[in-house]
């Protein structure tokens, strides 16, 4: 198994409407999942890296509602601004600040949660050419709302899926 990749690395899926609605359940179920994965794991556990070099268990549940916040305000940029070029933020960095390499994981599940229900809400009241409007990220090039929406959603799969293999790996039940 590809510690890094658990699921594969993203690849954009064709922007269809089936497509869509797919991502905006998986975004939505992705929380739900997320919490089941840390359930029951000792502080010890939630500090255990994933792979070697990896993050912990708990910077992993901390570093999905930064990177999904960054997310939110970016695809609002994109539907109000024309094709703006948005800031990137040095997560690794922001993984090792003190509050996500300490602190509990119970307001970051709150916090993705209202994240995931505001972009639900945002996403459902979309036109078609709403889902084309792009933002231009520094490193990536650009990305239109719906490649975002697909991104989001594999993004919490793919690190839920570093804990559930972790799990797996280490024998927790």
């Known amino acids: 198994m590809d510690l890094q990749y658990p699921i594969g690395p993203f690849k954009p899926p064709p922007a269809t409407a089936a497509t869509r609605r797919n991502n905006l359940q998986e975004l939505a179920a992705g929380v739900t999942l997320l919490r089941q994965a840390v359930k ?5 556990q939630l ?3 994933y792979r070697p070099g990896g993050w912990t268990v708990r910077q992993v549940v901390h570093h999905l509602p930064d990177s999904h916040m960054n997310g939110y305000i970016r695809i609002r940029m994109a539907l109000t601004e024309d094709k ?3 800031k990137t933020y040095e997560e690794a960095r922001w993984a090792e600040l003190e509050d996500a390499r300490r602190g509990g994981v119970d307001v970051s599940f709150k916090l993705l949660d209202a994240i995931h229900i505001r972009l639900g ?6 036109t078609p050419d709403d889902w084309k409007r792009a933002y231009i990220h520094p490193e990536n090039g650009r990305m239109t709302v719906d490649h975002a929406l697909a991104n989001y959603a594999w993004h919490t799969k793919h690190h839920t899926a570093h804990i559930t293999s972790l799990r797996e790996r280490m024998n927790w039940a």
Do not use: E, K, N, Y
């Not at 809400?121 to 979309?126: G, S, W």
């Open 47 to 49: 500090d255990t890296s």
């Open 40 to 44: 029951g794991l000792t502080p010890v």
């Open 121 to 126: 809400a945002l996403f459902r009241t979309l």
């Open 84 to 86: 703006p070029t948005i």
